[in-house]
């Protein structure tokens, strides 16, 4: 079985993690650039409208992002710039997107680009994006 499985209603499965991330992210679902405040409004409006049939939709967590990036991936970004997240997940997105780590008016911007984490505005609106996830990531464990 292959790790990420596109589910052909705008979302894909990691089946490693048990967590399902939209195929877009906010930039390409809503055509503007946005800060983290905006990027948690944009979730609950998700969930309000049941996309892809939940209602559990939320920025994810610096290590749910960490776990769709990969230097072995080959994607690309708005400027077609190269990203590493699998190529599942459709071509345009953000170079960098929002996670839910804040530290007072400062929050965690994790980079698709070299895999690293960096402090930034939490009201700052770009070039940021969000990339929606749900579900818990569990750990796999071999029998």
């Known amino acids: 079985m292959p790790r990420f499985i596109d589910n052909q209603d705008g979302t894909v499965t990691d089946s490693e993690t048990d967590l399902t991330w939209l195929k877009k992210d906010s930039r390409q679902m809503t055509g503007r650039w946005m800060h983290l405040e905006k990027s948690w409004k944009f979730a609950d409006e998700q969930n309000a409208v049941k996309l892809g049939g939940f209602d559990d939709?939320?920025?994810?967590?610096?290590?749910d992002i960490k776990?769709?990036?990969?230097?072995?991936?080959?994607?690309?970004?708005?400027?077609?710039?190269e990203i590493h997240i699998p190529d599942l997940f459709e071509k345009g997105g953000a170079d960098c997107c929002w996670t839910d780590t804040v530290n007072g008016?400062?929050?965690?911007?994790?980079?698709?680009?070299?895999?690293?984490?960096s402090w930034i505005n939490k009201l700052g609106d770009g070039p940021f994006a969000v990339r929606l996830a749900?579900?818990?990531r569990e750990e796999k464990r071999s029998s």
């Open 67 to 81: 776990t769709i990036f990969d230097r072995t991936y080959s994607n690309r970004d708005f400027g077609n710039n």
């Open 57 to 63: 939709w939320r920025v994810p967590k610096m290590e």
């Open 134 to 136: 749900r579900g818990t």
């Open 105 to 117: 008016d400062r929050a965690m911007m994790f980079s698709l680009v070299k895999g690293r984490s």
